[in-house]
């Protein structure tokens, strides 16, 4: 379908869409038990973020999107954290594979958003090979933590081409999943209903426009450049993509806030029975603190991403100082989120281990998704603090 045959739909505020998830925090938090046995997003939660637009966020308006700013898509994915984890990190991968595809050639974009709820998974992290073939490349490999493979219907992969020389030289590429085998191989400790599972591709032909030098990508240099010019494709990349990670893990632990007032207002001591843990004062001191640090993870992660967009409506370039701390405020905020987390399961009691609750399966979730790299808090502090001593970044991913 041509980018003329395409209607322009106007876009909900972000109260509209923010309201619609608050309508789906009882289905999120039902199905919670029932996606971390299935290791994957039920059919019913997939298909009412569907209905909710959550898919269209990142989706240019010429294509029948939403073309969201990055407050809005970090307000959403917080929301839908506090009803399940696993849901906000699949929903927030795909808006940021989303933000990929729109810096792809215009034939791309036009072949994947056929349909404008179309649903991504994938991973800028490099794995596999890359080799050129006449009308493009083959692929091969194995890639690892495909988040929302079970739902996806393209694949955004970074295999590396060995150049004549041995040097490997990364490519992003775009390949529809039905190509490539998903292996049932997702069995972790928290944030299991994501299905980020490996994918195998074995001799897929990637034809030419759906791959691009990644070097290129990361110098800001698209082949949509010209064609997508708006403020959110104009933001800095790597700040963007950091930018889409924190989300999940402050709501997360707000959801784990939420669950927890719930369970000590209902709730009596051991020891007696008939006192009521909300009644406690050492309840209102941790309940207090966990509500303090989410604050403070808010607004850092909130004005961060002002900056964001404040430079890129400037069409300014953000200064490598910026670029490092906007790397600091993304590990920092998810430090404070996991903070929250062990604080309360410190007061949760034996009764909150049972894998029905909610309490129990927030703080796994919170505490497995502060391994990914991206949110790896001594790795960015490092990098920081560096820069604060003068010295100059050791790190090409800012």
């Not at 049972?354 to 309490?359: C, D, M």
């Amino acid at each position: 379908m041509s980018v003329a045959a395409k209607s322009i739909h106007r876009a909900p505020t972000r109260e509209a869409l923010v309201g619609r998830i608050e309508e789906l925090l009882p289905l999120l938090r039902k199905s919670s038990p029932k996606q971390e046995q299935l290791r994957q997003l039920c059919p019913e939660v997939n298909e009412a973020l569907r209905a909710a637009g959550v898919f269209r966020m990142y989706v240019p308006e010429r294509f029948g999107g939403y073309q969201c700013d990055l407050g809005t898509q970090f307000e959403v994915m917080r929301t839908i954290a506090r009803g399940d984890t696993s849901t906000s990190w699949v929903a927030a991968n795909n808006g940021v594979i989303s933000w990929w595809c729109a810096h792809f050639p215009d034939e791309v974009q036009e072949e994947v958003w056929a349909d404008p709820d179309v649903q991504f998974c994938g991973s800028i992290k490099p794995f596999g090979t890359l080799r050129p073939a006449s009308g493009g490349f083959v692929l091969n490999g194995r890639f690892p933590f495909q988040t929302g493979s079970r739902h996806a219907t393209w694949d955004l992969m970074t295999p590396m081409r060995l150049l004549d020389d041995g040097t490997p030289d990364p490519y992003l590429v775009m390949v529809p999943i039905r190509e490539v085998e998903i292996l049932d191989d997702w069995d972790v400790a928290g944030m299991s209903g994501t299905g980020s599972c490996t994918v195998l591709a074995k001799d897929v032909f990637v034809p030419s426009h759906r791959a691009m030098r990644a070097i290129e990508a990361f110098q800001g240099r698209f082949p949509a450049n010209q064609t997508n010019d708006e403020t959110l494709y104009r933001a800095a990349l790597l700040p963007t993509l950091y930018a889409g990670s924190y989300a999940t893990p402050i709501g997360g632990a707000q959801g784990m806030l939420d669950a927890w007032v719930e369970n000590a207002s209902k709730r009596t001591f051991a020891w007696d029975g008939q006192s009521l843990q909300r009644d406690s004062p050492i309840y209102h001191v941790h309940a207090a603190e966990a509500a303090m640090k989410l604050e403070a993870a808010l607004a850092l992660a909130r004005e961060g991403n002002a900056l964001i967009w404040e430079r890129a409506e400037a069409r300014q370039a953000m200064s490598r100082e910026e670029r490092v701390k906007a790397r600091m405020s993304v590990a920092y905020t998810t430090r404070l989120a996991k903070e929250v987390s062990e604080l309360l399961w410190k007061t949760s009691g034996a009764t909150a281990s049972h894998r029905s609750g909610a309490i129990q399966r927030f703080f796994r979730d919170v505490e497995v998704i502060t391994q990914h790299a991206v949110l790896d808090y001594d790795c960015n502090a490092a990098l920081f603090g560096r820069t604060l001593f003068g010295l100059e970044p050791d790190s090409a991913f800012l």
